[in-house]
């Protein structure tokens, strides 16, 4: 029987939810803010035994991969990642478009704009209309539940995996969320229609086809989805704006004030899913002069209205800096693009409160001073980047390529070491590159998990043309940055999977990363540099929050022992 009183739960935890309580049968996914949750969510149920399996995987094409069989299975299957996780992911991801899907395949990808854990905004949606698969964008934790939902049925329904696009204010906040009912796991039913599932030529194009037609009846629900809402009633129709996601909510926290100074409301359209509802957009805009989009991330539905607003109206948005091109949007800058005064500081100045002027004095709030991120005190990788500090100072001819991690805040002040930080995985090909380049001492710093992420198969190209480079992986126990996940696999095994690879066991050094062995390890990772082959040097150390995080739990075990 299903729950129906109202749970107080994040973004992604609704997201979560929603999908359990749709009849989920597998998650998989790669931690990567601000989509963890989400996984942690489900992994918390399924470690107790109340939920279905939840499993971290080696990265985000492996997860959506997993899932697909799952859906092969005729069962529903959920897969999670960051926005730059779906970069991993897209090959699955556009063929997976083609396949008919069995059991339900929802993507809950969190894009995180103002890059607060990124290195970069891209927009998820471009990869829904690029894949020519449905997208959901809910814009309050109430939606994300009953999206996640959804996404599933309306996955079997069109046969297509089904995006469900997060942001991070709405992945990392809490609101109420009242629980629907509980749906039951799909019984097992493999795909018959092996064309469908075999990407073969002849098969890949009738299938491709099948996509294509099945983009009119998206359109159809899209025009239709409840979530796509149109207000022009009683409107000021010769101003149009448009809204998605989170900046649905900032533009109606400023309708009033909006409604004051213009005397009347503007027509609206909230856009909640892709493909865009093009009849309610044109409807929208009909007899408008103007129209502004406020959306959260690129602009998406901005660049799109050209093609579907036949007259002539002015168009402002991010292209035109009416609304901000980059970072999130918030009640101030939507209030900015409506055309509204700022807010009165509340720090001094007055407002009227019920008809009654109220006056605030100027509070004596000191400016705190800005905390850029730093390694934690007593950091391993502090430890390790001493080492690598110390051993590039007496080397000529030095590049560092560096990766995504916690051990990226080495590039900043105090250490300043890496020189590159550009994707994950990117560290070891990207020495290989400066090696060829002619660069003598190439090294690349890795955290244990991104190595297994995508880092081994730079390796495996070190390996195969035997360039010289230095792969310094940071062995930290713990996938660290994204609140201490356990890595895909024990730290023990990365010496094998480096030996496996085909590293010379003569080149594959294992040194514990304290400051009290400074002097020996900068002086063993300054001999492997030299050396005109492929060399691996593993610094080993736990991380402090998973060593606090792990004693935590074995306190606990204890105590429930006794
Ligand atoms: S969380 Fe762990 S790995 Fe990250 S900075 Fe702190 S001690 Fe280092």
Redesign the pocket.
Known sequence: MADRQSLALLGDEAAALGALHAGLSAAYGYPGTPSTEIMEFLLERYERGSGPRAQWTSNEKTALEGALGVSFAGKRALVTMKHVGLNVASDPLMNGALLGIQGGLVIAVADDPGMHSSQNEQDSRHYAAFAMIPCLEPRSQQEAYDMAGEAFALSERFRVPVLLRLTTRLSHSRAAVIPGPERGENPLSKAEEREKWMLLPAHARRNYLSLIEKQAALEDWALEHPANRLETEGRDRGLAVITSGLGGNYYEENLGDLIAGRGAAPAHLHIATWPLPQGLIRELCAGAEQVIVIEEGQPFIEERLRGILRQHILIRGKLDGTVNRTGELDPETVRRALGLAPRPSLLAGGLTVEGAEVTFKALDIPRLPGRPPQ??Q????RDSYDAVKKAASSLDSVSITADIG??S?GGMAPYEVPETIVCMGASIGMAKGASDAGIRHALAVIGDSTFLHSGITGLIDAVASRTPLTVIILD?S?V??TG?QEPILPPAKLRDIVLGVGVEPAHLLELEARGQFLEENAAKLRAEAEYRGPSVVIFRRE????LRKRKKKERTKKAERV
Not at 378 to 381: A, N, R, T
């Open positions: 390694l934690c007593g950091c391993p990788h916690c051990y805040l930290n713990t660290a940055m201490c991380c402090l929050e998973s």
